[in-house]
């Protein structure tokens, strides 16, 4: 379904030869010894090797060996051997051996140096790359190859020596199991978990199993989920319901935080990207999100932002850095995504990168890679957006220890960025890969994410309803959050912390809601989970507007206050026939004469800006200053104090 590697089987690396001793009439590797016994046995091991016959083509290329010691292109067939084969060991043997016979051999000497970083042999291959360097015979581009390996390995030694702590703990029975599972997603409460499972349909024998995720006719791939019990445990795991699941292969998805809609990969021939949306309940009959995200090439592994607003996946495409590439999408509030852009070569590669997990705080990336120096055949890494938000800076392994010699192939980071979800296959796994949870270094952590949970309903039926729900950057008075609700009135909102939010919920009929979410200086780990009542239009009925600032025995609007008024501005335009009163509320702080003069130059300042700004008539405005005659709460604690200071909008006709 998901072309993350190739086949290793019938590739064959005959080098070009740069020194043969004696015996060979050319550089040709097809070349005739002088001894026609090696010459024979030589083309008959070639015969066996295009065959597949791999027991047949080692006897007769250890025939050919023996006759002519120095041939090389017979070690290249018993090493092909062992390659195709997976022993690598064998396979050092024959250079080492081949070395002892003619030790000057660039090719032989760039085998060995590719084993060593491929076992992770660190400082020998950086002894055989620099040989190769020093060597007269090498052609100038393999000595700027061999350079750059030698940098690699410098790189990955070093990394080595700072070996991180690495504790995966299996998920369990009722999520993984015998088959292979992968590509975990999570609502961002954590209380939801997908992922992608590849069932074997028919038998296979254990030699027919590869490692990673290359898949086989005898596979299907299906999207499953599982929910937490009130212990915290995962529930059994089951296919997700409805239209998503088929006979062709499904998987590699991502999950809005909220929940509320699924992008996945579909693969019938070419692999594209399909959306579902979940409406009260059930999932909507996937559709293809079509151009310009999709392509004639193929798309997989997406990834969506917490604001639901970029999409992140790997794709080939032409003009790209390497054969896979991460691309970004930009929606619009009509789910029309923008031509994607390529995150340019401080992400991709020549070679490869899959598997983009952009974490809630929408700044840091996780992705795996083999053409950043790794470890193994692929690598986790990780970048982070720069202060100015228009660029990312280079990748960054994740480490040795979390990374290493096996495939590693993404990671998912859970909200407060303390928690990685990893899928491998090791010692503890029921049965190829499965998934695990483990601690992420502190360096490698995204910025913690909070989030906001709960219903909207009717303050007078107590029903759910649906609404309209905002959530305002205060500083910026960016909209971060805009979408509506579906009839349960459930919200789930993923909100990065470090800024101060306004929360605004609104539906036709009703007052809205004016809440305040204080994160500029949060430091712990508890979410906001708070149910909200919409009261009816009627005559009487008021509303606390929190997100309304002035400075401290002032009143002066203070900038962060603008959000919220534009939302009084867009009421009353909504609402022609209605007419408010602004009332100005202190604590008992200073005499009350002062206050009930204070309260209301800040009524009359908050009048002002609705009718200069928001040009609302006069006529359908009243201002009122209460001092701290109607405190809401007791005035002998400053959180009561703060709730005392207020500004409400009160329905007068």
Same mark, same amino acid.
């Given at each position: 379904?998901?072309?993350?590697?190739?086949?290793?089987?019938?590739?064959?690396?005959?080098?070009?030869?740069?020194?043969?001793?004696?015996?060979?009439?050319?550089?040709?590797?097809?070349? &005739?010894?002088?001894?026609?016994?090696?010459?024979?046995?030589?083309?008959?091991?070639? #015969?066996?090797?295009?065959?597949?016959?791999?027991?047949?083509?080692?006897?007769?290329?250890?025939?050919?060996?023996?006759?002519? %010691?120095? /041939?090389?292109?017979?070690?290249?067939?018993?090493?092909?051997?062992?390659?195709?084969?997976?022993?690598?060991? $064998?396979?050092?043997?024959?250079?080492?051996?081949?070395?002892?016979?003619?030790?000057?051999?660039?090719?032989?000497?760039?085998?060995?140096?590719?084993?060593?970083?491929?076992?992770?042999?660190?400082?020998?291959?950086?002894?055989?790359?620099?040989?190769?360097?020093?060597?007269?015979?090498?052609?100038?581009?393999?000595?700027?190859?061999?350079?750059?390996?030698?940098? #690699?390995?410098?790189?990955?030694?070093?990394?080595?020596?700072?070996?991180?702590?690495?504790?995966?703990?299996?998920?369990?029975?009722?999520?993984?199991?015998?088959?292979?599972?992968?590509?975990?997603?999570?609502?961002?409460?954590?209380?939801?978990?997908?992922?992608?499972?590849?069932?074997?349909?028919?038998?296979?024998?254990?030699?027919?199993? $590869?490692?990673?995720?290359?898949?086989?006719?005898?596979?299907?791939?299906?999207?499953?989920?599982?929910?937490?019990?009130?212990?915290?445990?995962?529930?059994?795991?089951?296919?997700?319901?409805?239209?998503?699941?088929?006979?062709?292969? $499904?998987?590699?998805?991502?999950?809005? %935080?909220?929940?509320?809609?699924?992008?996945?990969?579909?693969?019938?021939?070419?692999?594209?990207?399909?959306?579902?949306?979940?409406?009260?309940?059930?999932?909507?009959? %996937?559709?293809?999100?079509?151009?310009?995200?999709?392509? #004639?090439?193929?798309?997989?592994?997406?990834?969506?932002?917490?604001?639901?607003?970029?999409?992140?996946?790997?794709?080939?495409?032409?003009?790209?850095?390497?054969?896979?590439?991460?691309?970004?999408?930009?929606?619009?509030?009509?789910?029309?995504?923008?031509?994607?852009?390529?995150?340019?070569?401080?992400?991709?590669?020549?070679?490869?990168?899959?598997? %983009?997990?952009?974490?809630?705080?929408?700044?840091?990336?996780?992705?795996?890679?083999?053409?950043?120096?790794?470890?193994?055949?692929?690598?986790?890494?990780?970048?982070?957006?720069?202060?100015?938000?228009?660029?990312?800076?280079?990748?960054?392994?994740?480490?040795?220890?979390?990374?290493?010699?096996?495939?590693?192939?993404?990671?998912?980071?859970?909200?407060?960025?303390?928690?990685?979800?990893?899928?491998?296959?090791?010692?503890?796994?029921?049965?190829?890969?499965?998934?695990?949870?483990?601690?992420?270094?502190?360096?490698? #952590?995204?910025?913690?994410?909070?989030?906001?949970?709960?219903?909207?309903?009717?303050?007078?039926?107590?029903?759910?309803?649906?609404?309209?729900?905002?959530?305002?950057?205060?500083?910026?008075?960016?909209?971060?959050?805009?979408?509506?609700?579906?009839?349960?009135? &459930?919200?789930?909102?993923?909100?990065?912390?470090?800024?101060?939010?306004?929360?605004?919920?609104?539906?036709?009929?009703?007052? /809205?809601?004016?809440?305040?979410?204080?994160?500029?200086?949060?430091?712990?780990?508890?979410?906001?989970?708070?149910?909200?009542?919409?009261?009816?239009?009627?005559?009487?009925?008021?509303?606390?507007?929190?997100?309304?600032?002035?400075?401290?025995?002032?009143?002066?609007?203070?900038?962060?206050?603008?959000?919220?008024?534009?939302?009084?501005? $867009?009421?009353?335009?909504?609402?022609?026939?209605?007419?408010?009163?602004?009332?100005?509320?202190?604590?008992?702080?200073?005499?009350?004469?002062?206050?009930?003069?204070?309260?209301?130059?800040?009524?009359?300042?908050?009048?002002?800006?609705?009718?200069?700004?928001?040009?609302?008539?006069?006529?359908?405005?009243?201002?009122?200053?209460?001092?701290?005659?109607?405190?809401?709460?007791?005035?002998?604690?400053?959180?009561?104090?703060?709730?005392?200071?207020?500004?409400?909008?009160?329905?007068?006709?």
């Amino acid at each position: 379904m998901i072309r993350l590697s190739i086949s290793l089987a019938f590739i064959f690396c005959f080098l070009s030869l740069i020194h043969i001793s004696g015996q060979v009439k050319s550089n040709d590797p097809n070349a &005739k010894v002088l001894n026609p016994k090696a010459n024979e046995a030589y083309i008959k091991a070639r #015969r066996m090797l295009t065959l597949g016959r791999y027991d047949e083509a080692l006897k007769y290329a250890e025939l050919a060996m023996a006759a002519a %010691p120095d /041939f090389l292109p017979a070690y290249q067939v018993a090493s092909s051997v062992y390659s195709n084969t997976k022993r690598p060991a $064998e396979e050092r043997k024959i250079y080492e051996a081949y070395r002892k016979v003619v030790p000057e051999n660039i090719d032989v000497v760039i085998n060995l140096a590719k084993l060593d970083m491929d076992e992770g042999k660190y400082q020998a291959a950086i002894d055989n790359y620099t040989f190769i360097i020093n060597s007269p015979a090498t052609p100038a581009n393999i000595k700027t190859l061999a350079s750059d390996r030698v940098r #690699r390995a410098q790189l990955l030694l070093k990394l080595e020596n700072k070996k991180v702590d690495f504790n995966p703990v299996n998920l369990g029975a009722n999520i993984n199991s015998r088959f292979d599972e992968y590509y975990p997603t999570f609502t961002v409460d954590g209380q939801t978990i997908y992922f992608t499972r590849r069932k074997v349909t028919k038998a296979i024998n254990d030699d027919e199993r $590869e490692s990673g995720l290359h898949l086989r006719q005898s596979d299907n791939e299906d999207i499953l989920y599982s929910t937490k019990d009130s212990s915290g445990k995962w529930r059994f795991a089951q296919d997700v319901p409805d239209n998503i699941n088929t006979s062709n292969n $499904e998987g590699a998805m991502c999950i809005s %935080p909220d929940g509320s809609f699924m992008i996945f990969t579909r693969c019938s021939g070419d692999c594209d990207l399909y959306i579902s949306q979940n409406i009260n309940g059930h999932w909507s009959r %996937p559709k293809n999100l079509g151009e310009p995200v999709n392509s #004639r090439f193929y798309e997989t592994n997406p990834s969506i932002s917490a604001d639901g607003m970029d999409l992140y996946f790997a794709a080939a495409r032409p003009n790209g850095y390497g054969n896979t590439d991460i691309y970004v999408s930009h929606r619009d509030e009509n789910f029309v995504w923008s031509e994607p852009k390529n995150l340019g070569p401080e992400i991709n590669t020549s070679k490869g990168e899959w598997s %983009p997990f952009i974490h809630p705080d929408n700044k840091t990336l996780y992705f795996s890679s083999d053409g950043w120096p790794g470890f193994g055949k692929r690598d986790i890494f990780y970048s982070r957006k720069n202060s100015a938000g228009t660029a990312w800076d280079t990748a960054q392994n994740l480490g040795y220890g979390i990374n290493g010699p096996r495939e590693d192939l993404g990671l998912v980071a859970e909200r407060t960025g303390r928690n990685g979800y990893i899928f491998v296959d090791n010692e503890k796994s029921f049965g190829g890969l499965d998934i695990f949870e483990f601690e992420l270094p502190e360096y490698a #952590r995204a910025q913690e994410v909070n989030y906001l949970k709960g219903v909207i309903y009717d303050e007078v039926t107590k029903k759910p309803i649906s609404g309209s729900f905002q959530l305002i950057d205060l500083s910026t008075g960016k909209v971060f959050i805009n979408k509506t609700t579906e009839e349960d009135g &459930k919200f789930l909102i993923a909100i990065p912390v470090g800024r101060d939010y306004l929360v605004n919920v609104a539906k036709k009929g009703y007052l /809205f809601y004016s809440g305040n979410i204080p994160l500029s200086n949060y430091t712990g780990v508890k979410p906001y989970e708070k149910d909200i009542p919409l009261q009816p239009i009627e005559i009487g009925k008021s509303i606390t507007l929190r997100n309304i600032f002035f400075k401290t025995d002032d009143f002066a609007l203070r900038d962060e206050s603008f959000a919220e008024l534009g939302k009084v501005i $867009e009421f009353l335009k909504d609402n022609p026939t209605v007419r408010i009163e602004i009332g100005g509320h202190t604590d008992n702080t200073g005499t009350a004469l002062h206050n009930k003069e204070l309260s209301l130059k800040r009524a009359k300042s908050v009048y002002d800006y609705l009718i200069k700004q928001g040009k609302i008539p006069g006529l359908r405005l009243r201002f009122a200053g209460y001092g701290d005659s109607k405190p809401m709460a007791e005035n002998n604690t400053p959180e009561g104090k703060a709730m005392n200071r207020r500004t409400e909008m009160l329905i007068i006709k």
